[in-house]
């Protein structure tokens, strides 16, 4: 069975850091991409980041840009997101996602049941 | 960048209902676009994806359709478990991937 658990998250101060991680199991996980997604309280999703399995082909969103690094390690199964200069703005639940071949495109076929970030003062 | 709009933003429906979502693209994805259901406090769910393809274990009652700009997600008849908020997702441009505003589905 496919898992995808995220930690990490928590209560931090404007310009603060934090570093989130998704723990993954149930697949050969250097094969495939994976991406973090994000959910303001009562808001909609936000895509924000996307490495590839061999972390050669990188991604973000411009609101992401030079402060979040996506990282991750294939000999932990293990995912990473690290967050600098966080604003109120990046309160949010973070998600990791699969991402799969679906059809002609792609689609995240397995989500993580979120960490939460909370930035506030 | 492709900005993707949902309509309506908030519907009401009974049991039994068919309703309709609407989501349309400010440019055409051709047929990248995947539907996803996400319920209070839990992960989306991946309910359709190359616009019209449903995904493993997801019940017959939903179906989609569309291409280019403009694309549709049915629930032929609604049961309990249905309520919740859709979110429609392009991935022409994939990595890089936008989702709809989303359409919360509520009981009437």
């Known amino acids: 069975e496919v898992q995808l658990v995220e930690s990490g998250g928590g209560l931090v101060k404007p310009g603060g850091s934090l570093r989130l991680s998704c723990a993954a199991s149930g697949f050969t996980f250097r094969s495939y991409g994976l991406n973090w997604v994000r959910q303001a309280p009562g808001k909609g999703l936000e895509w924000i980041s996307y490495i590839s399995g061999g972390s050669d082909h990188i991604f973000y969103a411009d609101s992401v840009k030079g402060r979040f690094t996506i990282s991750r390690d294939n000999a932990r199964n293990s995912l990473y997101l690290q967050m600098t200069s966080l604003t109120v703005d990046d309160t949010s639940v973070y998600f990791c996602a699969r991402a799969n071949l679906c059809g002609v495109g792609s689609c995240y076929d397995h989500w993580g049941q979120g960490t939460l970030v909370s930035v506030s003062s | 960048d492709i900005q993707m709009t949902q309509s309506p933003s908030s519907l009401s429906a009974s049991v039994g209902d068919r309703v309709t979502i609407t989501c349309r693209a400010s440019?055409?994805?051709?047929?990248?676009l995947n539907w996803y259901q996400q319920k209070p406090g839990r992960a989306p769910r991946l309910l359709i994806y190359?616009?019209?393809t449903l995904h493993s274990g997801v019940p017959s009652r939903f179906s989609a359709t569309g291409s280019g700009t403009d694309f549709t997600l049915t629930i032929s008849s609604l049961q309990p478990e249905d309520f919740a908020i859709y979110y429609c997702q392009q991935t022409y441009t994939t990595p890089l991937a936008s989702f709809g505003q989303g359409t919360k589905l509520e009981i009437k």
């Open positions: 190359a616009a019209s």
């Open positions: 440019q055409t994805i051709l047929n990248y």
